[in-house]
């Protein structure tokens, strides 16, 4: 399945989980264009085996006004080490008015999760300029669903709806006339792609995110709307009527697009919902590293060489949590397939840089890196400048060069020797003030002091909180756990020398 339909960890993983936390918070949220709640996308580090993903709720930014969605659902898929999993098909009830009276289940509502959003930067210009010209005709190479599930000699898909002798559709994005080919195939692992899922979430996102509530009603009205004859004609496996929905939503977007709604929208709004980035993410990663996931469980026990991955909540907590803005730098050391370093330029828009030492990882991210600029562009996004390296990072000139200017550095230390923790200490030497480490084990003792016998050591650069992640926020186990946010700060240590001399 997809990179972002997954994080979610199969249940029987070594690591017990402790009972989910709970966490209550009051939230005051601003006008949005509208909200949703989708499923699923990712993120990386070292540590053990690759993960599955689960998508949050959305908060669509500044508008008119806020809307609810008929999206505000929230679904788990299972979850195993081996295949990234894709989200749960959506079923739906037939309302009393449908001619047809055959009742079809309908998925049980999606609690309501606490919107997500970033600190909105108004300097950020969402746009992608080239992509939503008039005039923009140029072809960029991208892999087509089609490309990845279809019917074939692999036999790992079969015809989503029996009433249809021709399978392949195309659907539209909110830029260009380029669009992505489908099969409407059904996979026979039901944690492998599913392109009817697919194609269902991006139909909702694009209507809840690009489209003001009026302009979105032909598409999301809970009575006779697009998306709701979707999903009701994957649940009822009528081909012909899901056929007819995806024709009506191409020729509804391509409006819009056509009359500059979609640019004038998307001009108005300085921040993205979290399910839109884990869908663009999750899309990539489909299409790239779950052909190849298998690669990744190739580490050495013991070694700095192990690979697992932060999900992309996670991750967006840490942004919030760093105050990290598109004018500013984000390094991650040990950057795996670059899932971290894609959502930094996506979610936030900032510089992002990464760093990895694996073959295999790094090949995966060069490949992930290629097909999610084309993704963004498919979308209409701008993003931040993307840098992935090859190599050890404390030996990289560029990581070196970047990590001066660096705002902030994610470093998943988890299952790094003594060694190269300390080597990163020294690294972090010429780490400008201000600039926020985040890590998973702490760079600095607890309870660790100045004194005159180690006041020279780079450990009183650094000031440290605590903070805690909640289940469910990495690849290696479903239980939650403790981070560190340190903030290299020489205040405390030129005081105590002031005092000694």
């Not at 005039?135 to 015809?159: C, E, M, Q, R, V």
């Not at 959502?343 to 030492?357: H, R, Y």
């Not at 701008?382 to 050890?392: P, S, V």
Request: hydrophobic residues 35%.
């Amino acid at each position: 399945m997809g990179f972002f339909d997954h994080f979610h960890k199969d249940g029987t993983a070594a690591l017990k989980a402790q009972a989910p936390r709970t966490r209550k918070e009051v939230v005051k949220s601003a006008p949005s264009l509208t909200s949703s709640s989708i499923s699923p996308v990712p993120r990386h580090s070292r540590n053990p085996a690759p993960p599955n993903l689960r998508l949050p709720d959305v908060h669509l930014q500044d508008a008119v006004r806020s809307r609810k969605s008929i999206a505000d659902r929230k679904q788990e898929g299972p979850r195993r080490v081996r295949k990234r999993t894709s989200p749960l098909q959506h079923r739906l009830v037939s309302s009393s008015d449908d001619s047809d009276s055959r009742e079809v289940e309908v998925p049980p509502p999606r609690k309501r999760i606490k919107n997500d959003k970033l600190e909105k930067s108004l300097g950020r210009s969402l746009r992608c300029k080239a992509a939503l010209a008039k005039d923009d005709d140029d072809k960029f190479t991208f892999l087509h669903a089609a490309d990845i599930a279809a019917l074939g000699p692999s036999n790992n898909y079969k015809a989503a709806f029996g009433d249809l002798s021709e399978l392949e559709i195309s659907l539209q994005y909110p830029s260009g006339h380029q669009q992505e080919r489908y099969q409407l195939v059904h996979p026979r692992d039901n944690e492998d792609f599913n392109p009817v899922d697919d194609m269902i979430r991006v139909v909702e996102l694009v209507s809840t995110f690009y489209l003001l509530p009026m302009q979105a009603k032909p598409l999301l009205d809970e009575n006779s709307g697009i998306l709701r004859k979707l999903r009701r004609a994957s649940a009822r496996k009528s081909g012909e009527e899901f056929r007819e929905g995806v024709l009506r939503y191409n020729k509804t977007i391509l409006e819009f697009r056509d009359n500059e709604t979609i640019s004038k929208n998307l001009d108005m709004i300085h921040s993205l919902p979290l399910p839109l980035v884990e869908r663009i993410l999750t899309q990539t990663y489909a299409r790239t590293v779950s052909l190849q996931v298998s690669a990744l469980k190739k580490y050495e026990n013991g070694s700095d060489n192990v690979y697992g991955e932060l999900l992309p909540r996670f991750i967006s907590k840490i942004f919030r949590d760093t105050g990290l803005k598109s004018d500013q730098v984000f390094a991650d050391l040990g950057s795996g397939v670059g899932n971290v370093v894609l959502q930094a330029a996506l979610e936030v828009g900032c510089e992002s840089w990464g760093c990895e030492v694996m073959e295999n990882a790094c090949e995966l991210a060069e490949r992930q890196e290629k097909e999610f600029t084309a993704r963004c562009r498919l979308w209409g996004l701008a993003i931040g400048g993307l840098n992935l390296e090859r190599g050890d990072f404390l030996k990289n000139h560029n990581i070196a060069k970047a990590l001066k200017r660096a705002d902030v550095v994610l470093v998943n230390n988890q299952a790094f020797t003594p060694e190269l923790n300390n080597g990163l200490m020294d690294l972090f030497l010429d780490l400008r003030e201000g600039c926020q480490i985040v890590s998973l084990k702490s760079f600095v003792p607890h309870d660790h002091k100045i004194t005159s016998r180690n006041f020279n050591s780079p450990v009183h650069l650094l000031n440290v909180e605590r903070k805690e992640y909640f289940s469910d926020s990495v690849s290696w186990t479903n239980a939650p756990g403790t981070y560190f946010v340190a903030k290299k700060d020489s205040t405390k240590l030129k005081a105590f020398l002031d005092r000694m001399s």
